[in-house]
């Protein structure tokens, strides 16, 4: 990587960061409705796997989907927009925090029902071996979504049918209030793909050099006609599961010992000690990076709200 | 013109539109090798391949779900759902997916995406395969619902189907594959949305769609019989519902049947019956009549299973309450 790419992932985890802080704040005034998932704690899992990606590679993610949707270069404003419901959104306030997708930039949303965009990723994935493209899908999801029946259909089909798609487990060792292994008949996640005779492997998602590098020699291989592949990364979400999360489920200290290992100043240490970037610099990032949120804040703020005729606008497509 | 089962019609459209276009497959339990599993895509592996005509596991879900991806790449899938009593496994990805994300992504998502299914009653499968819940289907502004009575309209549907770039849930019915119609020569599509007139009348009017066209043509024949002009609308289209046609005839005959085989309540009936109370009350001479299927789970046993089924002379019943 040139020192410039190491500088926008660095840029693109703090902008996470801040529109979450930020969103969460907007939401305690009432500005934000609905449900909102944060993804504090989560940011160099998307970030290092999407920052591998090429762009004919299509990304499609649950319903934790605002870090995924900056990662795939949707920008601030779209993505507040979209949270206070303005026309400006990424699914023109239709969609909500839930559902954001912007397929111009080859991210598939944004999905809200457990589990249920894999068999979607292997129909995405499906489309483009269909057609020779060499795209490949990156499907991301929880660690409770491997427990629904989905998960095993679209993993086996993915398997029989060689499709090109990365699946991704973002273990975050909870599915709301349950702990992984009061659902989960196996340990480690990654055990399940094993039943499809998907390699499989586990990587440190705290670490966004080491999910860098993982995506990086996955999605080379997929490309090559390798078929499914299957990513356990580890992580750990700061926030409760949604807002009003009681958080009844988890100790303090446990919270407390993942907070030191925050990926963001994992990675910043790895940028001043590895000498690739001043403390100075990345100074200077997170003050962009404030001035970008505020800006974002004030154009969601200002943008229309849909008019009442957009009600019945695409419901279908054809007239 | 040349008279051919609802089978072949349906078999047909399938093969010039893949002939057609090569972004249309089919996807689905034993739709290959087998040759479906009511023989409509007999002979397709062989001459289109493994590529285009795809088996799949036995992963409903799964399905709808890849299909529903293959489409938002821009492929037509024609993804069949073995029986619509399967349909439900699918529920979730029919629902919650193909008919929203259009929408709830604000318009940038686009599903042109077909679901063929088989439904119905009348074959002893007992009260797990034999179900007719269309309007169940109907229920889900985003989706749209096709189930055809005739073999030029299954033909002519279907093609408007797969062209579409909605997802359209389409039902067949099993117990009309064997039955013989006109179907015009090659290439012509039927607009989807659009009820039609079956048969001319005076005295009543009879709403209905799919098997119950025969079974409510059989009635129209007998009831002409002793004098009695039953005008007969095929809806054709359940999703969107095209009234029109209903309510031109209503304002004339004043009276009308609807015949559907799904059960009575919360259904088809219900929702057209209501519609003419709204639209037409002024021309309401007789209370709204509704045939459908008893309130039970299908029966195995023949004879119960007949007394459970709407019939010809449940019809005819019913058009004598209303003149
Ligand atoms: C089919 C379905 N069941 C239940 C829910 C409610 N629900 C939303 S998120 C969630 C937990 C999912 O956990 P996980 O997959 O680990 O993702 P995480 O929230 O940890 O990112 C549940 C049960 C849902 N949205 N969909
Ligand atoms: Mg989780």
Redesign the pocket.
């Known amino acids: 990587m040139e020192k410039e790419e190491y500088l926008d992932l660095y840029h693109q985890m703090v902008l996470i960061r801040r529109i979450e802080e930020a969103a969460a704040l907007l939401y305690q005034e009432g500005k934000i409705g609905g ?1 909102l ?1 944060l993804y504090i704690g ?1 940011e160099a899992v998307s970030t290092g796997l999407i920052s591998a990606r090429l762009p004919q590679d299509r990304v499609i993610t ?3 989907d605002h870090g995924v949707a900056i990662n795939c270069g949707v920008s601030a404003d779209m993505v507040m927009a979209e949270l206070l419901g303005k026309v400006t959104g990424t699914s023109h306030g239709k969609g909500g925090s839930m559902h954001m997708a912007d397929v111009h930039k080859n991210f598939w949303g944004g999905h ?5 965009h894999l068999p979607i990723a292997a129909g995405l994935a499906l489309g483009d071996q269909y057609k020779g493209r060499n795209g490949v899908t990156i499907c991301m ?6 427990n ?1 029946g989905y998960f095993h259909e679209a993993l086996n089909l993915s398997k029989v049918w060689n499709l090109p798609v990365l699946w991704v487990c ?7 209030g ?1 702990a ?1 292994d009061r659902a989960s008949a196996v340990s480690e996640i990654r055990q399940k793909a094993e039943g499809y005779c998907i390699p499989n492997e586990r990587v440190d998602g705290m670490d966004i050099i080491k999910v860098r590098q993982a995506a990086e020699r996955l999605l080379a291989d997929i490309r090559s006609g390798k078929g499914p592949y299957f990513l356990e990364v580890e992580t750990y ?1 700061f926030s409760g ?2 807002m009003g999360d009681p958080e009844r489920y988890r100790k303090q200290d446990e919270v407390k010992r993942w907070e030191e290992n925050d990926p963001i100043g994992i990675y910043d240490h790895y940028l001043t000690s590895n000498k690739i970037a001043e403390e100075a610099e990345l100074d200077q990032i997170d003050q962009k990076v404030a001035a970008e949120v505020q800006a974002s804040i004030q154009f969601a703020e200002t943008s229309p709200e849909p008019e009442p005729a957009d009600l019945y606008k695409h419901v279908y497509f054809d007239k | 013109m040349a008279r051919i089962t609802m089978r072949e019609a349906i078999s047909r459209a399938l093969w010039e539109e893949m002939e057609r276009d090569p972004d249309v497959f089919i996807m689905g339990e034993e739709v290959g090798v087998w040759g479906g599993s009511y023989a409509v895509t007999k002979g397709f592996y062989d001459h289109f391949g493994e590529k285009r005509v795809r088996d799949t596991p036995i992963s409903e879900s799964t399905i709808i779900g890849a299909a529903i991806g293959a489409a938002l790449t821009g492929l037509r899938p024609v993804a069949e759902l073995m029986t619509i009593n399967f349909a439900f496994s699918a529920m ?1 990805h029919i629902v919650n997916q193909a008919a929203k994300l259009h929408y709830m992504f604000g318009g940038q998502m686009t599903l042109p995406l077909v679901i063929r299914t088989v439904g119905g009653g009348g074959r002893q499968l007992g009260a797990t395969h034999s179900q007719t819940p269309d309007a169940v289907f109907a229920h889900f502004p985003g989706l749209k619902v096709v189930a055809p009575g005739t073999a030029e309209d299954a033909k002519g549907l279907l093609k408007s189907a797969i062209r579409s770039n909605d997802p359209i849930f389409f039902i067949e019915h099993a117990t009309l594959y064997q039955v013989r119609g006109e179907v015009p020569d090659g290439d012509y599509t039927i607009p989807i949305g659009k009820s039609k007139v079956h048969r001319e009348g005076k005295d009543v009017t009879i709403v209905t769609y799919s098997k119950m066209l025969e079974t409510s043509t059989k009635a129209a024949e007998q009831l002409a019989a002793t004098g009695i002009e039953a005008e007969i609308i095929d809806l054709r289209t359940l999703r969107p519902l095209d009234m029109e046609p209903v309510l031109a005839s209503f304002r004339k005959t004043n009276r009308a049947v609807i015949v559907e085989e799904g059960w009575r309540s919360f259904g088809v009936g219900s929702e057209i019956a209501s519609r003419i109370y709204e639209e037409a009350f002024d021309y309401v001479d007789a209370p709204i009549q509704r045939v459908a299927q008893k309130e039970v789970p299908l029966p195995y046993n023949r004879t119960l299973e007949q007394l459970a089924l709407p019939q010809v002379e449940d019809v005819i019943q019913a058009v004598k309450e209303v003149l």
């Open positions: 449900f998932h989560q649950a319903y934790r809200a029902i457990v589990g249920a999801f929880g660690d409770g979504a491997t629904i973002e273990n975050n060792q909870y599915g709301m349950t992984v979400r599961h949604s | 979730d």
